[in-house]
T-cell receptor
């Protein structure tokens, strides 16, 4: 079974800082999701990628399938970016092939 | 467009009681799933469905039942609640049977916080 490790578990930064959250997985995957869980509990899909890089606003996600590693970057961080960020790797084989990391709790201080 | 709607938002049960968590989506998604989220653990799959009339077990199915009589609805039933089922439950859906199709991200409901005493 795929193991998904996120680092750091907790991160506190000042507004404006460049943020990096890392995700590593133990076995090969075909795709990876990045999710954002708001303080109120709702979960939103940020990115789904299988190679290279994707960008949406101030968020950038990269993946290296061979290295079994993905990163989520936030540029010009803002207090509204405070949330839990979750990565999930997909091994294929159907709907049960998705394994979630435990999440990174990010706090951006004004 | 409501997306994925979960009800109730909060529920307290006594041990042994039964209840149904409701999940509905209005996006004509084939794939629907139920997850539970516990402190210090990642989301874990309970049951999933790849279309009306088709359901399958995930990682932690014991104590839960599901059915998928329509494309829109995917209720989760707790048959006899136990304190170990205290958790936050999320329903999710996506367009394709594979949750990682390129144009098929997961859409989550807002969650149900369940406490079993």
């Amino acid at each position: 079974k795929n193991e998904v490790e996120q680092s750091p578990q907790n991160l506190t930064a000042q507004e404006g800082e460049f943020i990096t959250i890392n995700c590593s997985y133990s076995v090969g995957i075909s795709a990876l999701h990045w999710l954002q869980q708001h303080p109120g509990g709702g979960i939103v899909s940020l990115f789904m990628l299988s190679s290279g890089k994707k960008k949406h606003g101030r968020l950038i996600a990269t993946i290296n399938i061979q290295e079994k590693h993905s990163s989520l970057h936030i540029t010009a961080s803002h207090p509204r970016d405070s949330a839990v960020y979750i990565c999930a790797g997909y091994q294929g084989g159907g709907a049960d092939g998705l394994t979630f990391g435990k999440g990174t709790h990010l706090i951006i201080q004004p | 467009n409501a997306g994925v709607t979960q009800t109730p938002k909060f529920q307290v049960l006594k041990t042994g009681q039964s209840m149904t968590l409701q999940c509905a989506q209005d996006m004509n998604h084939e794939y629907m799933s139920w997850y539970r989220q516990d402190p210090g653990m990642g989301l874990r799959l309970i049951h999933y469905s790849v279309g009306a009339g088709i359901t399958d077990q995930g990682e932690v199915p014991n104590g839960y039942n599901v059915s998928r009589s329509t494309t829109e609805d995917f209720p989760l039933r707790l048959l006899s609640a136990a304190p170990s089922q205290t958790s936050v439950y999320f329903c999710a859906s996506s367009l394709s049977v594979s949750p990682s199709s390129y144009n098929s991200p997961l859409h989550f409901g807002n969650g149900t916080r369940l406490t079993v005493t």
